[in-house]
């Protein structure tokens, strides 16, 4: 009876202790706004409206999905990639992303800033040494303080987002959040998607917009609908005022 009773109370314990993880969890949830503005200028370049312009639009997966990562989001068994591979990745990635570094504009997806899967390592901090000619602006698209998953070994502490590098002043970059998510508490511990706009003024009186997106993964393709249709609308209204767009959708390749 003893025994019996040491395990109920082990189990009622236990189910408080998750209940306040998910309280902390849900109270500590960062929520973006719809809209964001990330930069603002009053003297922006004024790019040629015929010119040609170079662009770079990659995936580095938090310099953790090289080649030997077996990821467990895409039916594989590990969380994470050693620390050495995540050292020996950031190297590569920076030598590439180097080479191209005369490129007007460079769209780069999941960089992480703090987290726990690409050990701590600042990469947006790494690249804003590497990349001195352009101008750096950051969308925050996931902050979570544990990530739970898996229970064994969780995916722990991610600070991650979009990270766009211009060679030209934009008059505006602003991040917008999309619509949807997961249903509570997985939307909690999951990212806060977004795409990150610069615009910039051209010399026959309209704008330059370059979009950088990341779009969700890993659901039943009902947020990717939402999303799509949501970036859809605001295209379509800027294409109504005869602005030029360049969307970068996500590119992952392995360096």
């Avoid at 990270?163 to 959040?177: C, H």
């Avoid at 999309?178 to 990212?191: A, E, T, Y």
Wanted: hydrophobic share 40%; with cysteine.
């Amino acid at each position: 009876m003893k025994a019996l009773k040491f395990i109920l109370k082990g189990i009622i314990l236990l189910i408080i202790l998750f209940g306040l993880f998910l309280l902390y969890a849900t109270v500590s949830n960062y929520k973006p706004p719809v809209s964001e503005v990330v930069f603002e200028s009053t003297s922006p370049d004024t790019i040629p409206g015929e010119t040609n312009l170079g662009f770079m639009i990659w995936n580095i997966g938090y310099c953790g999905l090289s080649a030997d990562m077996d990821f467990f989001y895409d039916g594989g068994v590990q969380v994470r990639t050693s620390k050495e591979n995540v050292f020996t990745n950031i190297d590569k990635n920076l030598e590439l992303i180097k080479s191209n570094d005369s490129l007007d504009f460079i769209l780069l997806q999941e960089v992480d800033e703090y987290s726990r899967r690409s050990y701590f390592t600042n990469q947006i901090d790494s690249l804003g040494r590497l990349l001195k000619d352009h101008q750096s602006f950051f969308g925050k698209n996931y902050d979570v303080k544990f990530v739970p998953i898996p229970p064994t070994n969780p995916l722990g502490r991610v600070k991650s987002g979009l990270n766009s590098y211009s060679a030209f002043t934009p008059s505006s970059v602003v991040r917008y959040s999309f619509p949807g998510s997961f249903d509570w508490p997985v939307s909690i511990f999951n990212l806060d998607r977004c795409f990150l706009v610069m615009r910039f003024p051209t010399t026959n009186g309209k704008e330059l917009l370059v979009i950088n997106t990341h779009n969700s993964a890993y659901d039943d393709g009902s947020l990717k609908k939402q999303e799509m249709e949501y970036l859809k609308t605001f295209v379509t209204e800027e294409f109504n005022k005869k602005n030029y767009i360049i969307y970068g959708f996500e590119m992952q390749y392995q360096a």
